[in-house]
């Protein structure tokens, strides 16, 4: 069993990568996004931790906007998934539209905290 | 004749302002009464009142008893000081009695009160007022068996030769009194509770309060040093009081006595009577110890107006000048120990003032990182000198929102991000609507 380990990780990996690819690509380009964002936020605190929170307000909205963009980001690939049934009676223009909508009022705050 | 009545009028009309008394551009006693037993002790202690004449003061003698005496007349104070010279006065006359002597005191004037043994229970009951109590037994005088005064008149050892003064230069001049000064009479002791009342000369470790005719059969009540001989009172009000068991100590024949104390070998020629009375009758009629504080000022450092409000983080200068007065004029003050407070609720600041040595003081310090009502304090309470209580209402506001400071070097990165995200949307827009 336990010799077995290193076989069974790596067969889960494969399992996983090659179920990922038969993604759409559309959501495959949210997840990148996604990523994107969350890499800036880490960046920002691992910044912060070095050089402290002076600027505090900057820092938050910093911070803010990257983890508010990967939110918006994940909430609209739930929604323009063709597999997710639950909201298979949206349309995905509907879905894009409210995420272009939050991420203009999450900007205007951002840019009004930033100092 | 109208003209006549009107230049009377006029003149009549003039008359307070060139009279000279108490206030507070002056604070001198000028106008003092007297109370005596009988005329005899104005010949007798006529040292003492030639002391406080050849000062300048205006002494009033009358009888304790005398029907027409009053401390005022149509809600006006007759006179800024009450020296009851009258120890066995079983009722004053005229319109004097124990709650209009408080309330002469309760408005700010000043009192001296000699007891002697035998004193009558209505200079018991204003000494009690002031926070002293005297021995209750009437024939109770204060012995001392080992610091009396060598004398050819006294047996029992009742004269009492004492030099335990208060160490205060204000109360008692900056003189030293070299001879011990003589007492004979009453003791008194000091209320616990009144925390204003002052021991000035107290007896010794080994005197007693007995009656020195009948035989010591119970312990006395009042023994050592907690018997005080000559107590001051200064009020909240800066009104001051001198109470004392000993008339005779103000005498010229204990003025003019010769001193020595049993045990000691120095012989001092003139007693320390007259200088001890002289000074600390000085320090009670307020011609000493007395303090005012004028130009009261704060300003940011670099200028020179004084704000309505200050920001947080200011740097200010606080002044204030004091002077004391010395009987004629006002000397400048000197001292390192003035404080003062940045308040609110509790003080944010406590600083020492420095001093020019010219009456200025002045500090500089940092307006706290906090807002809102605070007050400049200066809480000046030291022995002998009456007690300055300034306050000043400043308010302190935060950062406009235009004042701080923007485009910080160390929030680049921060901004970075933001706009990263900004463009990240924009790219991202354009990849998930054309990407099919």
Redesign the interface.
């Known amino acids: 069993m336990a010799r077995s380990t290193g076989k069974d990780a790596q067969a889960l990996f494969h399992s996983l990568r090659s179920a990922y690819a038969a993604t759409p690509?559309?959501l495959k380009?949210?997840d990148l996004?996604v990523g994107?964002?969350v890499f800036?936020?880490l960046?920002?605190v691992v910044?912060m931790a070095i050089?402290g929170s002076?600027?505090f307000n900057?820092?938050l909205?910093?911070?803010l906007?990257?983890v508010g963009?990967a939110v918006l980001?994940v909430c609209l690939r739930i929604q323009v998934n063709k597999d997710n049934k639950e909201f298979k009676d949206l349309p995905p223009e509907r879905a894009?539209a409210d995420f272009?909508l939050c991420?203009l009022v999450l900007?205007l705050v951002?840019?009004n905290f930033?100092? | 004749m109208a003209k006549l009545l009107l230049y009377l009028t006029l003149a009549t009309s003039l008359i307070p302002l060139f009279s000279v008394a108490f206030s507070p551009e002056n604070p001198t006693d000028r106008r003092v009464l007297v109370l005596v037993d009988d005329f005899a002790i104005k010949s007798s202690h006529s040292l003492y009142f030639g002391s406080l004449t050849s000062r300048g003061f205006q002494l009033e003698f009358k009888l304790a008893d005398d029907p027409n005496i009053g401390l005022q007349r149509y809600g006006q104070y007759l006179y800024d000081a009450l020296v009851l010279f009258c120890p066995s006065v079983e009722r004053f006359g005229g319109s004097i009695d124990v709650a209009s002597i408080v309330d002469f005191v309760d408005s700010g004037h000043d009192l001296i009160v000699a007891a002697d043994s035998n004193a009558s229970d209505l200079i018991r009951e204003v000494a009690t007022e002031c926070g002293v109590d005297f021995d209750e037994d009437p024939a109770a005088m204060v012995i001392d068996h080992i610091n009396y005064a060598v004398s050819n008149f006294d047996g029992d050892h009742t004269l009492i030769a004492s030099d335990d003064f208060i160490k205060a230069d204000v109360i008692l001049g900056s003189k030293k009194i070299e001879a011990p000064v003589l007492f004979q009479g009453i003791g008194h002791s000091l209320n616990p509770a009144n925390s204003l009342v002052l021991k000035v000369l107290s007896a010794s470790s080994s005197a007693y309060s007995a009656n020195p005719k009948s035989k010591l059969s119970n312990p006395p009540s009042l023994t050592g040093s907690a018997i005080s001989l000559v107590s001051v009172v200064q009020a909240r009000n800066n009104a001051r009081i001198l109470i004392t068991g000993s008339l005779s100590m103000f005498s010229n024949r204990f003025f003019r006595s010769g001193v020595q104390k049993a045990g000691s070998s120095i012989k001092h020629e003139k007693s320390g009577n007259e200088q001890f009375l002289t000074e600390i009758s000085k320090w009670v009629f307020h011609e000493r110890g007395h303090l005012k504080a004028v130009n009261v000022r704060h300003h940011k450092v670099g200028e020179s107006d004084e704000p309505a409000i200050y920001r947080i983080n200011d740097d200010l200068e606080y002044s204030v000048e004091i002077y004391e007065w010395s009987g004629t004029s006002w000397e400048p003050y000197v001292s390192d120990d003035v404080q003062v407070q940045f308040y609110m609720m509790s003080p944010y600041v406590l600083k020492t003032l420095s001093t020019d040595q010219k009456g200025h003081y002045s500090a500089e310090f940092k307006v706290p990182d906090v807002y809102g009502v605070f007050q400049f304090k200066v809480e000046y309470q030291r022995l002998g000198y009456t007690s300055l209580s300034l306050s000043k209402q400043i308010p302190v506001r935060p950062y406009r929102h235009n004042e701080?400071e923007?485009f910080?070097p160390?929030?680049y990165?921060?901004?970075g991000?933001?706009f990263?995200?900004?463009a990240?949307?924009f790219i991202?827009?354009i990849?998930?609507?054309y990407?099919k």
């Open positions: 690509t559309t380009i949210i996004y994107f964002a800036t936020a960046i920002q910044y050089v002076f600027p900057s820092f909205s910093g911070v906007s990257c963009t980001a894009f272009v991420n900007h951002i840019m930033l100092g | 701080y923007r910080l160390a929030a990165p921060y901004y991000s933001a990263s995200m900004m990240g949307f991202f827009t990849v998930h609507l990407s």
